[in-house]
């Protein structure tokens, strides 16, 4: 018993001081809504397709067809990416036009490269 408590011991003493979170309390909540929200292929699919539409942006009547889901499913799917601050909205008569947040995209990638 006594060796155990001494290489404790001497290990406690040893052991280096732990390092500063490399992102805050909230910018790791912030950055996981972010991942959580790109966590599911529909909705990388549905930032490339508007990434790669005319302008940077595509109308949620777009998006349906591409990726083989319903209107009201892939309206779920872009509040959600709304929500992570991945996309903007603008309502244009009945119709809803997305466009992708380029900082936000920037900023997860910075996130991930820091690790």
């Known amino acids: 018993m006594t060796t155990t408590t001494t290489v404790a011991a001497e290990a406690a003493e040893t052991c280096c ?22 966590g599911d292929p529909t909705r990388v699919r549905l930032l490339s397709l508007i990434a790669a539409g005319e302008q ?4 949620v009547c777009d ?31 009945k119709w809803a036009y997305y466009s992708v947040v380029r900082p936000a995209l920037d900023d997860a990638a910075i996130a991930l490269r820091a690790f």
């Open 56 to 59: 940077g942006e595509a109308c």
């Open 63 to 93: 998006l349906t067809d591409p990726v083989g889901l319903s209107q009201s499913t892939v309206s779920h799917h872009m509040r959600i990416l709304t929500e992570a601050g991945l996309v903007e909205r603008e309502q244009r008569g």
């Open 17 to 38: 001081t732990p390092a500063e979170p490399a992102v805050s309390a909230q910018e790791a909540v912030r950055m996981a809504a972010v991942f959580r929200a790109m």
